[in-house]
């Protein structure tokens, strides 16, 4: 009986690492495809901008040439254009950076770089990007340095969870057999 258990968590255990080794080596690959939704989503972006501004200098013959410079001129016409004109731009902004911050990042750290961008989000415009990478992310085995390196490590977060939940297992195990043994 005593090997049939101990198959059983060895088994369990390896399968549990081999899990988080696998999961762990999508992050290089998913962090690309959110690098790639934001830059799609800032290229929109800018394109409507531009649209916009090149409208309002057709209507009211604007003759500023920068986004903040064309804001300014707008809002003596359109307050309420030129206050939406000017949180499009930041929002631009805050994506370009994000963009820039991720790409700029070491190969290895770049996951890192995304994760922790997309967790502080205060203004709540990268939720929706980070929402259709995920549904759009299709799984791949990728076998650069830095997915081997997140394999690796997912591997031995993985053993450590598996070493974990069977010390707990055999522990909740004892407690209820040993009073049955005890009598």
């Known amino acids: 009986m005593r090997f049939l258990a101990r198959w059983l968590s060895q088994g369990l255990g390896l399968a549990l690492a081999l899990l ?11 962090t690309h495809a959110y690098a790639s939704a934001l830059l799609q989503v800032a290229s ?15 209507y009211y013959g604007l003759t500023a040439t920068d986004d903040s410079g064309l804001v300014a001129a707008l809002e003596t ?28 990042s070491p190969a290895l750290l770049q996951p890192i770089a995304a994760f922790a961008d997309a967790w502080d989000d205060p203004e709540g415009d990268k939720a929706a990007i980070w929402e259709l990478s995920w549904r759009s992310f299709t799984p791949q085995i990728d076998l650069s340095f830095a997915a081997l390196l997140y394999g690796f490590g997912g ?14 297992a055999v522990k909740m195990t004892r407690r209820n057999f040993a009073p049955h043994l005890s009598s």
């Open 77 to 104: 016409h359109e307050p309420s254009n030129a206050q939406t004109l000017a949180r499009s731009i930041a929002h631009l902004s805050r994506l370009s950076a994000t963009y820039q911050r991720i790409m700029q």
């Open 20 to 30: 988080c080794g696998v999961l762990a080596m999508q992050a290089p690959a998913f």
């Open 44 to 58: 929109d972006a800018r394109r409507d901008i531009d649209q916009r501004e090149e409208s309002a200098r057709q």
């Open 155 to 168: 591997l031995m977060l993985g053993s450590l969870m598996a070493a974990l939940l069977g010390a707990v």
